[in-house]
């Protein structure tokens, strides 16, 4: 069974950054065949997108709301996966996921959790003064 573990959030003020990890590990570990996915949910809203990374070097996707912000990338030697996030304001509050799509995946609904189907445990981000 594949385990995703992220790690690094904690609690900013707002302009402040942080770096998010995922981790694999378990049998089936592999990340650098697969479009991996970080998601965010914040209290009484709905889990949404907010960065993907294809695979083979076919570049990344962000929500609009944190392009230029945060920058998602992977070292598919480690099999981790990083969310580098910059000047951070209190609606980045939230929980944050990471996930690894599955096999059929659609680089087109790289924001739709429907497209994975495993999922870590999840880090909370809090911003706030």
């Known amino acids: 069974q594949l385990q995703l573990v992220e790690s690094g959030g904690g609690l900013v003020q707002p302009g402040g950054s942080l770096r998010l990890s995922c981790e694999a590990s378990?049998?089936?570990?592999?990340?650098?065949?697969?479009?991996i996915g970080w998601f965010r949910q914040a209290p009484g809203k709905e889990r949404e997108g907010v960065s993907c990374?294809?695979?083979?070097?076919?570049?990344?996707r962000s929500k609009d709301s944190v392009k230029g912000r945060f920058t998602i990338s992977r070292d598919d030697v480690k099999n981790v996966i990083y969310l580098q996030m910059n000047n951070l304001r209190p609606e980045d509050t939230a929980i944050y996921y990471c996930?690894?799509?599955?096999?059929?995946?659609?680089?087109?609904?790289?924001?739709?959790?429907?497209?994975?189907?495993?999922w870590g445990q999840g880090t909370q981000v809090t911003v706030s003064l």
């Open positions: 378990g049998r089936e570990f592999d990340f650098k065949n697969y479009m």
């Open positions: 996930a690894r799509a599955e096999m059929w995946w659609d680089e087109g609904r790289c924001h739709s959790p429907e497209v994975y189907g495993a």
């Open positions: 990374i294809y695979v083979d070097g076919r570049g990344t």
